[in-house]
């Protein structure tokens, strides 16, 4: 049967973040396409949700019906998925390392259809919680205990779909899913509060009757401390707002560059190597 893994220490969780942040720059340096600045800035949640025992989830079964499920709506962060599934002994460093590669299931995005670990096929934005809505809802119908958790940009919150999503899960009082906003700043052509500011985030949320939390998102203790809050609100979906930086963990390289978003872009080998001198 699934069961929560049990949990890292904080420090522990730091020493995985670090791992995941190694890999995340490898895997798409040697792709030589990619997003890895997305990916970083959502490196401590995902450590926390995998290491630190919040996510029931099994190698040996990975669709057993009474797992947690974790749906990544900004799927073209999916590197942060697969090199922590890799940490996690999912998968070797060497079948990671075909990422975007012709005929590997470690596509871009990610793809249920050739990965049993991915819970929904995205890419296309704002499409995961109205799909981790239907999980959420389809776990309790079907009397699972099961938690949803889906993670999403800052950018693709400007989709209607998405709001649509948060009136409906208040409205049926999904206590089993969890929102969780990556609000690094930044989206494919600038800055989110050029684009589209929607901020704060917070206030909105709560104005649909989410039980809501605004975190430093790249403090491993602040995120832990928030998902074991969110657990214990059950009468209400949950919402955290996780403020990162993107690419967090190698700033200093990209600054170097003169371009903090970053979007859409690997590293080059040279690139690669400082930044993981700086992960040592």
Not at 71 to 81: D, N, T, Y
Not at 105 to 112: A, I, L, Q, R
Not at 204 to 228: C, D, M, P, R, Y
């Amino acid at each position: 049967m699934t069961a929560a893994t049990p949990a890292m220490t904080i420090d522990q969780l730091k020493d995985a973040a670090k791992a995941i942040r190694r890999l995340i720059i490898k895997i798409t340096t040697e792709a030589g396409s990619g997003h890895p600045s997305s990916s970083l800035s959502a490196v401590e949640v995902v450590t926390a949700l995998y290491f630190g025992g919040f996510m029931r989830h099994s190698k040996a079964n990975p669709r057993d019906p009474k797992r947690d499920r974790f749906i990544l709506s900004k799927g073209h962060a999916v590197p942060v998925l697969y090199s922590a599934l890799c940490h996690a002994g999912y998968y070797t460093f060497e079948e990671i390392m075909t990422l975007r590669k012709l005929g590997s299931p470690f596509e871009g995005h990610p793809n249920m259809k050739r990965l049993d670990t991915m819970e929904a096929s995205t890419g296309s934005l704002g499409q995961g919680l109205s799909l981790g809505l239907g999980q959420a809802l389809a776990c309790r119908l079907d009397g699972l205990d099961a938690h949803t958790y889906v993670m999403m940009g800052d950018g693709e919150m400007g989709e209607g779909q998405v709001w649509e999503a948060i009136a409906a899960a208040a409205k049926y009082k999904t206590g089993n899913l969890t929102a969780i906003v990556d609000q690094n700043g930044y989206q494919q052509t600038g800055s989110t509060h050029q684009v589209l500011d929607l901020t704060p985030f917070a206030p909105k949320f709560e104005a649909f009757g989410w039980h809501t939390q605004t975190i430093n998102g790249n403090s491993q203790e602040e995120v832990v401390a928030a998902l074991t809050a969110a657990r214990k609100i059950t009468d209400r979906p949950t919402a955290i707002i996780s403020q990162t930086k993107k690419g967090f963990g190698i700033l200093p390289v990209l600054e170097t560059t003169g371009d903090l978003n970053y979007h859409g872009k690997p590293l080059s080998k040279e690139l690669a190597e400082k930044a993981l001198a700086l992960l040592a």
